[in-house]
């Protein structure tokens, strides 16, 4: 059974700070390791776009927009992944969701999704 927990949504006021975490459990990723974990965000009427992934080696990549204000993270030995978002924007305001693509197989799995709304 594989679980994606996120924890650390929430209302602030622009400028603020958030911190949003992951784990993931379940045989598939002991037996199959993850490759990349990270989070995507979806604002009401748009399409679901990629904020920042890591890699297992520590490989970052970030949208454009969150450059500077965002910074992710992992434990690889808990397989869990936290956003820590700084100086935070109207802007920012959507669903975010955890995102983990398999080692092998690269089969992709979605958390829930927690709401973060900032605002002005």
């Known amino acids: 059974q594989v679980q994606l927990v996120e924890s650390g949504g929430g209302s602030v006021q622009a400028g603020g700070s958030l911190n949003l975490s992951c784990a993931a459990s379940g045989s598939i990723f002991r037996i199959f390791g993850i490759a990349t974990m990270g989070w995507y965000r979806q604002a009401p009427g748009k399409q679901r776009d990629m904020v920042a992934t890591i890699t297992n080696s520590g490989s970052t990549t970030y949208a454009d927009s969150v450059k500077g204000r965002f910074t992710i993270s992992r434990d690889n030995a808990k397989n869990t992944v936290t956003l820590q978002m700084d100086s935070l924007k109207p802007e920012d305001t959507a669903v975010y969701c955890c995102?983990?693509?398999?080692?092998?197989?690269?089969?992709?799995?979605w958390g829930q999704g927690t709401q973060v709304t900032v605002s002005s």
């Open positions: 995102n983990v693509v398999r080692a092998v197989g690269a089969n992709v799995y």
